[in-house]
């Protein structure tokens, strides 16, 4: 491997490699196909970064206009914008240059970085095909092909159009398949375009992460959201998962309306918003997401502490894919699952099947003690009076009889012009732009409870001021025409 690469990742205190990496990394860069297979966590993403890089950099030939040299797909937006991040310091390392293509924003910039020349391009197939279909782009001189979460893909339907892109690519081209599992139809990718490939394996994916604590929580229904609260409230990093989306967005309004910092992760929600929940997550603003199945393969942020099953998920696969999200890289952690008395069958199944033998416990109610023992810390929570809603914004709303400027607020929202508090036990406040943005909500991103009070009162006077010289110069001009109509009759 490149000396400038073993800096790169020395830099970041990557001095030895994960078993999938060391089981791979010869074989891959020497040139041969490979299948890896390992559990989520393993370190998958350096296993076909690393090779990809050394052998683009080891090449002579030039970048071209539409035409990758090496092709990345994952299976969602957010895996191949955190694929690009840990790819960007090697590309730079070696003077390549990289693209990320997917749905959920204008395709316009991507075209325009493909017609410059790209060397490696990290894409969702659905986004890929429509440029392909354009004409924006053409796989043929691809000499690296990545397939990263193959069976996710199976398991989200994309498999049709990956097969469309892998015979696109150049048939003498290396392929890297990595997976966790042959199902779903990945063993029909693997037959037809791998050529003899080195298979390797690194943990079972129904292998449990022996550093992992399991717990099984009996709840009532009328608890399930208290002990939700307190669990999330401790301290360190916290992943809810839900099975649908509209619960992830409730839940999501329930825990910042409860003193609890949350951003939500589901598939409604814009890139925008994704990105900005995501950033909010990882710098800490808040130390919960709550999301859907979608944040369950590929989003590593470190040191998630705990991960809460809110709903139990269908299938043990699922549940070892969402437990994933904490201890990784060889850290502890915590797993709780919810269970109501009606979903006890359900569970047992689903703890049988992922192999594991969780620590179950019939809550007395939310002040339990042994959500401390299973959650240690002192709670924190923060005092919020401000819509956890997405608002509409003043003035750009539209009400009742077409009229602008006078769209509803949401229920609980603040009343114009009073702005919003915000005060915190560990002492923590956010610049008033930061609360702005977050205050609109447009993008269908939960608010979360990090703006400064000073940002809602401008917001409010501004609108307030807006709309009152707005009404002053129509009381002004009926004025005006009044008197204009009066003096008209008395010359008459």
Not at 141 to 146: C, M
Not at 181 to 200: E, Q, S
Not at 215 to 230: M, N, W
Not at 447 to 462: D, E, I, N, V
């Given at each position: 491997m490149p000396a400038d690469l073993v800096r790169v990742l020395a830099e970041r205190d990557i001095t030895q490699p994960t078993p999938i990496q060391a089981a791979t990394l010869a074989d891959a860069i020497g040139g041969r196909d490979v299948l890896g297979r390992g559990r989520t966590g393993s370190g998958k993403t350096y296993a076909f970064l690393l090779p990809l890089v050394t052998r683009l950099a080891a090449g002579r030939d030039r970048r071209r206009p539409r035409q990758p040299r090496a092709l990345i797909l994952a299976p969602t937006r957010e895996l191949v914008t955190q694929i690009d991040e840990s790819l960007q310091p090697l590309a730079a390392a070696t003077g390549l240059r990289t693209r990320t293509v997917f749905g959920g924003v204008g395709q316009g910039p991507q075209a325009q970085a493909l017609a410059a020349g790209v060397d490696v391009l990290v894409a969702?197939?659905?986004?890929?095909?429509?440029?392909?279909?354009?004409?924006?782009?053409?796989?043929?001189?691809?000499?690296?092909?990545?397939?990263?979460?193959?069976?996710?893909?199976a398991d989200l339907g994309f498999l049709p159009a990956v097969t469309r892109l892998l015979a696109q690519t150049a048939p003498t081209g290396q392929r890297l398949f990595f997976s966790a599992?042959?199902?779903?139809?990945?063993?029909?990718?693997?037959?037809?375009?791998?050529?003899?490939?080195?298979?390797?394996h690194a943990d079972s994916v129904e292998a449990p992460v022996t550093a992992m604590?399991?717990?099984?929580?009996?709840?009532?229904?009328?608890?399930?959201?208290?002990?939700?609260?307190?669990?999330?409230?401790?301290?360190?990093?916290?992943?809810?998962?839900?099975?649908?989306?509209?619960?992830?967005?409730?839940?999501?309004?329930?825990?910042?309306?409860?003193?609890?910092?949350?951003?939500?992760?589901?598939?409604?929600?814009?890139q925008s918003a994704r990105t900005?929940?995501?950033?909010?997550?990882?710098?800490?603003?808040?130390?919960?997401?709550?999301?859907?199945?979608?944040?369950?393969?590929?989003?590593?942020?470190?040191?998630?502490?705990?991960?809460?099953?809110?709903?139990?998920?269908?299938?043990?696969?699922?549940?070892?894919?969402?437990?994933?999200?904490?201890?990784?890289?060889?850290?502890?952690?915590?797993?709780?699952?919810?269970?109501?008395?009606d979903q006890i069958g359900d569970v047992r199944a689903l703890t049988r099947a992922a192999g594991i033998r969780p620590t179950t416990t019939v809550l007395s109610g939310p002040s339990d003690p042994v959500l401390r023992t299973i959650a240690e810390g002192e709670r924190r929570f923060q005092t919020v009076v401000a819509p956890v809603a997405e608002p509409v914004e003043a003035g750009r709303g539209r009400g009742t009889g077409g009229q602008r400027g006078r769209g509803r607020r949401p229920a609980g929202s603040a009343p114009r012009g009073t702005g919003s508090t915000?005060?915190?036990?560990?002492?923590?406040?956010?610049?008033?732009?930061?609360?702005?943005?977050?205050?609109?909500?447009r993008s269908g991103a939960?608010?979360?409870?990090?703006?400064?009070?000073?940002?809602?009162?401008?917001?409010?006077?501004?609108?307030?001021?807006q709309a009152a010289a707005r009404g002053a110069a129509t009381t002004a001009a009926r004025s005006h025409s009044a008197s204009n109509f009066s003096r008209r009759v008395r010359s008459r």
């Open positions: 969702c197939p659905g986004r890929l095909e429509d440029l392909i279909k354009q004409g924006l782009c053409r796989l043929d001189q691809v000499q690296v092909t990545v397939l990263d979460e193959a069976d996710h893909m599992t042959l199902d779903r139809g990945v063993d029909g990718l693997v037959k037809r375009f791998l050529r003899k490939p080195a298979v390797h604590e399991h717990h099984v929580l009996q709840v009532s229904a009328a608890d399930r959201i208290d002990v939700a609260v307190d669990l999330a409230a401790a301290p360190g990093r916290t992943v809810i998962f839900t099975r649908t989306k509209s619960r992830a967005k409730a839940l999501t309004r329930q825990l910042n309306a409860r003193g609890v910092p949350a951003v939500e992760l589901h598939g409604n929600l814009g900005r929940n995501m950033e909010a997550f990882h710098s800490g603003r808040a130390e919960t997401l709550v999301a859907t199945d979608i944040a369950a393969r590929g989003i590593h942020v470190d040191d998630v502490a705990l991960v809460l099953h809110a709903d139990p998920p269908a299938e043990s696969k699922a549940y070892l894919h969402r437990s994933g999200r904490t201890a990784r890289a060889g850290k502890a952690g915590t797993v709780v699952t919810l269970m109501t008395p915000t005060g915190s036990t560990t002492g923590s406040s956010k610049g008033s732009g930061q609360g702005r943005r977050r205050s609109r909500g939960a608010a979360t409870p990090t703006a400064a009070s000073s940002t809602g009162a401008r917001t409010g006077s501004r609108s307030g001021g």
